[in-house]
């Protein structure tokens, strides 16, 4: 429950550095600072993201 | 105790939950549905869960999991049978007007001409809605006959079949603003007033949200509505005639909140954690109860499985 920002990764996108501002699980949706991409945690520790899926006809409520 | 919660992304609120469990010692196992195979005849793997809580965005995936996991025996938060009615408009319509519970009138048509007299039956403006659909998406207000044929042609042209069941229904002529309910176990714990200068008030769309005081009168409507759909945790949408009183609008089976704590006050995923909770207990005591009789778990939970609105 401990390592708050100790873990960081490069955006799948456009390269730039990311650290999560809390401690994040994996299905998490981040927004990447550098060009704004909706990346979605694949893995918490070790941090891996990847371009979150678009939004489904389905989705919702 | 051991909770199951089904989720593709985990939004806001799903991280709630799954902190809501964990900080009263329960054992809460996220459950990506993009990693599951289910067995349709071994229910071993879910044998543990006392109650899988079902919180993923998509609508088909959900409703293919959580039929599933009630034929293997699991009691899942909300019932397949509840989000099947809520999902589809015309279903939740339909069990509103059975139930009795006052609703915009709808009128259906099944093909480009039906269509048109439907709307024509209701006069305008009329609002026209795919009968799948949330966050606002595709909700239509016809304001003449033109807009109406234009609405219908797009439909019948561009849509995929489900869009070929036209859903019209009666525009309520509410002050700027609708309400939506929080209801848990039959309960209204909260809700909040939609503002927006748009008539479309989903927060999704940009609507301003404020705490709204529920009255007995707007529990007991909303009551009435979640037992209608047989969901355990639901949020009702009201629209408010200035004449004729209070409408339900829709039942989202689903419910996105996290917007309406620091607005309401009130701990929603607290509650909906402890109303998961009381059901999972109510869950483990039937399966113990009639484990006796040495069936497997299957049939005893089939047997006995607790239903909506058993908790309360
Ligand atoms: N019959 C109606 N009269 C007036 N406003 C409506 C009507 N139907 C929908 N609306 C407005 O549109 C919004 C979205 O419609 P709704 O039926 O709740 O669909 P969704 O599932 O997309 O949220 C409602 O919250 C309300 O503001
Ligand atoms: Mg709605
Ligand atoms: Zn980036």
Redesign the interface.
């Known amino acids: 429950m401990s390592q708050t920002a100790t873990l960081e990764t490069t955006c799948p996108e456009c390269a730039a550095s990311i650290t999560p501002p809390r401690r994040v ?5 981040l927004r990447c600072p550098g060009c704004a991409a909706e990346l ?2 694949t893995s918490a520790n070790p941090l891996h993201l990847a371009l ?1 899926p678009e939004v ?1 006809e ?4 | 105790m051991h909770i199951g919660l089904l989720h593709s992304r985990i939004r806001v609120e799903e991280r709630l939950l799954i902190e809501g469990f964990a900080a009263r010692g329960i054992d809460v196992q996220p459950i990506d549905l993009r990693d599951v195979v289910f067995d349709l005849v071994d229910p071993a793997p879910w044998r543990d869960f006392d109650v899988v809580i079902d919180r993923s965005l998509s609508l088909t995936h959900s409703s293919a999991a959580v039929r599933i996991l009630e034929t293997l025996g699991v009691r899942c938060v909300n019932p397949a049978a509840a989000i099947s009615t809520c999902a589809d408009k015309l279903s939740t319509t339909l069990a509103l007007v059975r139930a009795g519970v006052p609703t915009p009138r709808v009128t259906v048509g099944l093909s480009e001409q039906s269509a048109l007299r439907a709307v024509e039956a209701l006069g305008y403006p009329a609002v026209i809605k795919p009968t799948l659909g949330s966050w606002g998406r595709l909700v239509a207000r016809a304001n003449d006959k033109d807009c109406a044929e234009a609405l219908i042609e797009h439909r019948y042209t561009l849509g995929g079949v489900h869009h070929h069941v036209l859903y019209a229904q009666e525009h309520i002529d509410k002050p700027g603003s609708d309400v939506r309910v929080f209801v848990v176990g039959g309960s209204s714990i909260a809700a909040i007033r939609r503002h927006s200068t748009h008539w479309v008030t989903n927060t999704a769309r940009g609507a301003r949200a404020e705490g709204h005081a529920v009255s007995p009168e707007l529990a007991d409507l909303c009551r009435r509505a979640v037992e209608a759909v047989g969901a355990d945790i639901a949020a009702v949408d009201i629209l408010e005639c200035p004449r004729r009183g209070a409408f339900v609008n829709e039942i989202n089976h689903s419910m996105e909140f996290r917007n309406s704590i620091d607005t309401t006050g009130v701990d929603i995923p607290g509650a909906v954690v402890e109303h998961v909770l009381r059901i999972a207990q109510v869950s483990k005591e039937t399966e113990l109860q009639t484990s006796a009789g040495q069936t497997s778990t299957l049939r005893v939970r089939q047997a006995g499985m607790p239903v909506a609105g058993a908790v309360r």
């Not at chain 1, 699980?25 to 949706?29: D, P, Q």
Request: no cysteine; proline share 0%; hydrophobic share 45%.
């Open positions: 699980l994996a299905g998490e949706v979605e945690v979150a489904e389905d989705w919702g409520e």
